[in-house]
C-alpha cells in the first residue's frame, strides 16, 4: 500500500505537485484524500464531505482522482465501436424523466421488425463495430420470449458480435411475459447469445425517490437481483447512475457505496457510469410532474461525481466513464482529468437521450474519440465490451476506420430516431389489434 501523503514530502508513488497542494487543504479533506491515496475505502461520510468542497480542497480531489486513475489503470482511454438499436419506444411505464416511451395508441410509437434489428447489425459490423447495444420500451402483451429470440437471430447471422443488450428492467418484464424467475430468464438469455447487460434503469437506487421520480419502476431490490444473478451466472453488467433531478448527495453516495458492496461480492461490473439527467423534453421537468426537480447538474456536479466515483470504487470498478451523449464533447474530454479513463461508444444511433433534448447521441467517430485523448495527453485506445483492448494507438492515425470515412450523410446512412418516429413502414400495432386484423382476413 502506498504511504500517507506527507506534507512536507511527497509519497513516492504521488506526483510533487498533489502532495504540495495537500499542505493547503482542510484537514478534514486532507484525511480522506489520504486514506483514499493509501489504498483505503473511503466511507459514505467521507463521500458525502467530498461533495461539499470548493476552491483548493475541490482541486485536490480531481488530482486525486485522477491519481488513482493513473495508478489503477495507466494512461490509456478506451472506447468502443458500437451501435445502439432502440428496436421501440412504446412502452407500457410512464417514468418521469423519460421522454423517449410512446404509448401504444400515439402516433409516433414504433417497432422494428427482427429483421430489421438484424440487418442494422450488420451493417454496424460492416462499419467496424464489435458490440451492438440493444434497449427498448416495454411494449404491452410482448411474447415473453422476444428477448431471447432476438438474440438467437442476431447470433445467427452474426455470431461474433458482441450482444450488450437488456436491462434489468427489460429482464424483470421478460421474466413475467415468460412466467419464469428472474434467474431463469437470465439463462435463457445467456443460452441465446447475451453477452452482457447494461446496468441501466438504476437512476438512484433509493426506494424512497424511485418512488417520486418512476413510481411503478423496477424496485431497489429487483434490480439487485437481476444484477447479482447475472453476475452468478456469468453475464457481465455496467453499472450507473442518473443525477441531476431531485436527488440528494447522500442518495447519490450510498448508490455508489452500494455498488461498491455488489462488487466486492461478485466482481461482475465492467464499468461505472454516471449519467447526467436530460431535462428539457422529460415530463418530470417541463410538465413539472414532480415538484423540486432541477434542469439537470452543474458543471461542478458533473465533476464532483466522476471524481467522487473514482475515489470510492478505484479499489473494486478500474473503468470509470464519461458519457459523451449526455456530457458532451468538451466536459467529457475535462472529465479525463477527474478519474475518467473510459468515453463509451460511437453509438451510431443513439435515440433516449435524443429525444430527451440531448444535443449529441448520432455518431462519435473513433477519429473524434482519438483526437480527444491525445488532447488530453493520453493514450487513445479501442477496446472490446468487457474491457480487452483491441488496439492501442500512438501519435497519429496511419489507417482510417471505416466510421471516420462517413460524410456529413449520417442520417442518409444509419437512419435517426426523428427519422423512425415518422416512418409508416415500423408503426407499432398492439398484438390484440394484430391478432383482431388476421382474424378478419382470415374469415373474409
Aim: proline share 4%.
Amino acid at each position: 500500500m502506498p504511504e500517507m501523503i506527507d506534507q512536507d514530502m511527497p509519497d513516492k508513488g504521488t506526483p510533487a505537485t498533489l502532495a504540495a497542494l495537500m499542505a493547503g487543504v482542510r484537514s478534514d479533506v486532507a484525511d480522506v484524500l489520504n486514506r483514499a491515496l493509501a489504498g483505503e475505502d473511503i466511507t459514505v461520510a467521507d463521500g458525502e464531505l467530498l461533495f461539499e468542497t470548493s476552491g483548493i480542497e475541490f482541486t485536490a480531489m480531481t488530482m486525486v482522482a485522477d491519481e488513482l486513475r493513473r495508478r489503477a489503470v495507466g494512461d490509456l482511454v478506451t472506447y468502443v465501436v458500437n451501435r445502439n438499436v432502440n428496436f421501440t419506444n412504446v412502452c407500457i411505464k410512464r417514468c418521469g424523466f423519460c421522454a423517449f416511451s410512446r404509448d401504444f395508441r400515439e402516433e409516433e410509437g414504433y417497432f422494428l421488425p427482427v429483421s430489421e434489428i438484424i440487418r442494422r447489425a450488420k451493417e454496424a459490423q460492416d462499419y467496424g463495430a464489435t458490440e451492438v447495444c440493444i434497449q427498448a420500451g416495454l411494449p404491452p402483451q410482448m411474447e415473453g420470449d422476444l428477448y431471447i429470440r432476438l438474440c438467437e437471430a442476431i447470433k445467427e447471422e452474426l455470431p461474433d458480435m458482441h450482444i450488450h443488450g437488456f436491462s434489468p428492467e427489460e429482464v424483470l418484464y421478460g421474466s413475467i411475459r415468460s412466467r419464469c424467475s428472474i434467474r431463469e430468464y437470465l439463462q435463457g438469455l445467456k443460452d441465446a447469445g447475451v453477452g452482457s447487460l447494461p446496468g441501466t434503469s438504476a437512476e438512484v437506487l433509493d426506494q424512497e425517490l424511485r418512488d417520486i421520480i418512476s413510481p411503478g419502476r423496477i424496485t431497489v431490490d429487483q434490480w439487485i437481483e437481476v444484477i447479482t444473478n447475472a453476475h452468478d451466472l456469468g453475464i457481465p453488467t455496467t453499472s450507473t447512475v442518473m443525477f441531476g433531478h431531485r436527488e440528494t448527495n447522500a442518495q447519490i453516495v450510498r448508490h455508489i457505496a452500494l455498488l461498491r458492496d455488489i462488487q466486492q461480492s461478485t466482481g461482475g461490473f465492467t464499468e461505472f457510469v454516471p449519467l447526467s439527467f436530460v431535462a428539457s423534453e422529460a415530463p418530470m421537468y417541463f410538465k413539472q410532474t414532480v415538484e423540486g426537480v432541477r434542469s439537470g447538474p452543474t458543471g461542478m456536479d458533473v465533476i464532483k461525481v466522476h471524481a467522487i466515483a473514482r475515489i470510492m470504487l478505484n479499489n473494486w470498478i478500474p473503468n470509470i466513464q464519461a458519457s459523451w451523449v449526455k456530457e458532451g464533447n468538451r466536459m467529457s474530454q475535462l472529465l479525463l482529468t477527474a478519474g475518467v479513463n473510459d468515453l463509451g461508444g460511437t453509438l451510431i444511433n443513439e435515440s433516449i437521450s435524443t429525444s430527451a433534448g440531448a444535443m449529441h447521441g448520432q455518431l462519435m467517430r473513433p477519429g473524434e474519440f482519438r483526437g480527444m485523448i491525445r488532447e488530453a495527453g493520453r493514450t487513445p485506445a479501442e477496446r472490446y465490451t468487457t474491457y480487452g483492448l483491441r488496439r492501442i494507438y500512438g501519435e497519429t492515425d496511419e489507417v482510417l476506420d471505416p466510421l471516420d470515412l462517413v460524410g456529413d450523410n449520417v442520417e442518409e446512412i444509419f437512419g435517426s430516431y426523428n427519422q423512425l418516429v415518422q416512418m409508416d413502414s415500423y408503426r407499432f400495432e398492439h398484438p390484440r389489434h394484430e391478432r383482431e386484423r388476421a382474424a378478419a382476413e382470415q374469415s373474409a
